[in-house]
């Protein structure tokens, strides 16, 4: 089979370049070892993620492939429960839990590609930082947020709203912010703004998701500035959440597209050889590389092979060269990946949203017509569906002191569990050496318990236990090799990760793959010599949609 380019791996990152080629006109194969599309984003079902971590977690066999071989290197102290839970075909589980600003370049691919058709979305309910066992504290992003808050004095909220208004603007140029633009952005708001320790915690980790103290503070404010102009495009916040576990079924509906416009699939078939042929071995296809897959009957011809670090050889590594996103980034990603500790946990007590009970009260009073007063039982239980919820540093007894921790739960309105059942995923960043002398399970399991004191409420009997767990799931998962070439007339481009940042890796992943589109089109165009091979002209990342009648608009899903 001969094509212009085979893409290995069904990340996203990877899916979206390949339907932006296959749009464009080339011919694609894309491939993937696992029956599953999504590689390391993909969402499992209970059985399937069982499965997924017992391969990873056994020994290594002789012969094995050089994908399993990088997987057990990259998801290490891997521990889970020995109990499966009824209904395990109903859960959505994701690999890699995402929240995705309404407004970003993902959200730009999918209506301009057509891909949005394919999948569905839920706005996130609430985002909180957690206070103490059982309570959460609200995080104010908005001018309606400063003003009912209670914790907030009248000074406070002045400080609060003047640093709101600044962030939501052009800041780049501002006196503020010049010569101020790599300090520390817990400093810059406590210098500059005048913030107190508290809210300006409940700024960094909460409103600009960073993830230590020591992030910089342009990077911080251009998150700060996308997130709070999404706000308000599907609805009061500003993230989404994809049904069905997230962006493993987006990385499939970018697959869908890919196939439509003329790719070929081909899963569950290990890569048994990549052969790079010089000029003088007269391939008679005159070809670059030859592949050969177990059990395809054919062998695959290319000029471009797209992978994502776990296919490539050592033999390949050597000449291949890395893509990686701009740095810095637009976005205000961070511009270093981190090792990544993760929970993944199954319960069946929903989890509160709850402030203190007189704090709760106060703010219910406040809401009501003048001279009426909210009888307690009516006040909100605070439960939710699909909520995120930050850990600062050291707001956990035997916790990180130095990375926020994010926790991110899914029900049933996200399509991804049965009624009554909900998923919890905590991720926590690994940023010192110390910690990786503890286990997954010791890294994670202070933040479980501490998710797991927000399943109680007021109205619960005095004494009450949380939740206990119907399953659990233990692992790091550790940052693959990168090429250290970035030559541009590589024609072995590899993927790394751009960012471990729950609220950017969907974007992230998307403007990697644009780079790497446009790197690959120039590629695969300079490799079309002969006068029969014609150049595909190619004008933009997305070609313009074909109009269908009565279509419903495409920015209403």
């Known amino acids: ?34 029956t599953y599309y999504g590689g390391d984003d993909t969402s499992l079902t ?19 492939s050089t994908y399993i071989s990088a997987q057990r290197k990259k998801y290490t102290s891997i521990s889970r429960s020995s109990e499966l839970v009824p209904q395990s075909r109903q859960y959505s589980l994701s690999l890699a839990p995402t929240i995705i600003p309404s407004i970003g370049p993902l959200i730009d691919s999918l209506v301009a590609s057509g891909v949005s058709r394919y ?45 709101l208004v600044f962030a939501a603007g052009e800041f780049e140029s501002a006196t503020e912010l010049k010569g101020k633009e790599n300090v520390p952005f817990f400093n810059f708001l406590r210098d500059v703004f005048s913030l107190d320790e508290r809210t300006a915690r409940s700024v960094a980790y909460g409103l600009a998701f960073c993830v230590s103290a020591q992030d910089p503070t342009l990077s911080a404010l251009q998150r700060l500035r996308r997130y709070s102009k999404s706000v308000g495009r599907y609805g009061p916040s500003a993230f989404l959440v994809g049904h069905y576990g997230g962006i493993g079924e987006v990385a499939q509906g970018f697959c869908r597209t890919s196939a439509v416009s003329g790719g070929t699939y081909v899963l569950g078939r290990r890569l048994l050889s990549v052969s790079s042929l010089k000029s003088e071995d007269n391939s008679p296809s005159g070809r670059k590389y030859v592949i050969e897959l177990e059990d395809f009957p054919d ?13 490539i050889s050592t033999e390949l590594f050597a000449h291949a060269s890395a893509v990686m996103t701009s740095t810095p980034s637009l976005l205000g990603t961070p511009s270093e990946p981190y090792p990544v500790a993760r929970c993944i946990a199954i319960i069946d007590r929903p989890i509160r949203f709850c402030a203190e009970a007189s704090a709760t009260r106060a703010a219910a009073n406040a809401d009501a017509p003048s001279g009426e007063q909210v009888l307690p039982e009516k006040i909100a239980t605070g439960e939710v569906d699909t909520a995120f919820l930050v850990f600062s540093p050291s707001s956990v007894p035997s916790g990180s002191t130095t990375a926020a921790v994010h926790m991110l739960v899914t029900g049933e309105g996200s399509m991804s569990a049965p009624s009554g059942k909900w998923i919890v995923y905590i991720s926590r960043p690994l940023l010192g050496d110390d910690e990786y002398s503890s286990s997954a399970e010791e890294l994670m399991r202070p933040y479980l318990d501490a998710t797991l004191s927000l399943t109680t409420s007021a109205s619960d009997v005095a004494g009450a236990s949380p939740a206990q767990p119907l399953f659990t799931l233990f692992y790091i998962q550790q940052l693959p090799p990168s090429p250290a070439s970035t030559d ?32 690959a089109a120039e590629l695969l165009n300079a490799s079309r010599k002969s006068e029969d091979a014609k150049k595909v002209e190619v004008e933009s990342f997305w070609p313009p949609l074909d109009v269908i009648e009565d279509e419903p608009n495409l920015e209403e899903w």
Request: net charge negative; proline share 4%.
């Open 119 to 163: 999948g569905g979305f839920k706005l996130m309910e609430r985002l909180g930082m957690f206070d103490r066992p059982g309570v959460v504290r609200s995080v104010p992003s908005s001018k309606e947020d400063v003003f009912k808050s209670k914790e907030l004095s009248l000074v406070d909220k002045r400080r609060l709203m003047r640093f």
């Open 46 to 64: 209970l059985d399937e993620l069982v499965q997924w971590a017992d391969q990873r977690a056994s020994a290594p066999r002789d012969n094995q």
């Open 299 to 311: 062998q695959l011809a290319c000029d471009l092979i797209i992978s994502s670090p776990d296919y």
């Open 488 to 519: 541009a007339t590589s024609t072995t481009l590899v993927t790394p990760p751009a960012t471990s940042l729950i609220s950017e890796l969907a974007d992230a992943a998307t403007e990697q793959a644009e780079k790497i589109f446009w790197r």
């Open 1 to 34: 089979m001969d094509v212009d380019a085979v893409v290995f791996g069904t990340g996203l990152s990877e899916s979206v370049t390949a339907a932006a080629l296959s749009k464009a006109g080339f011919s694609i194969a894309h491939i993937d070892a696992n």
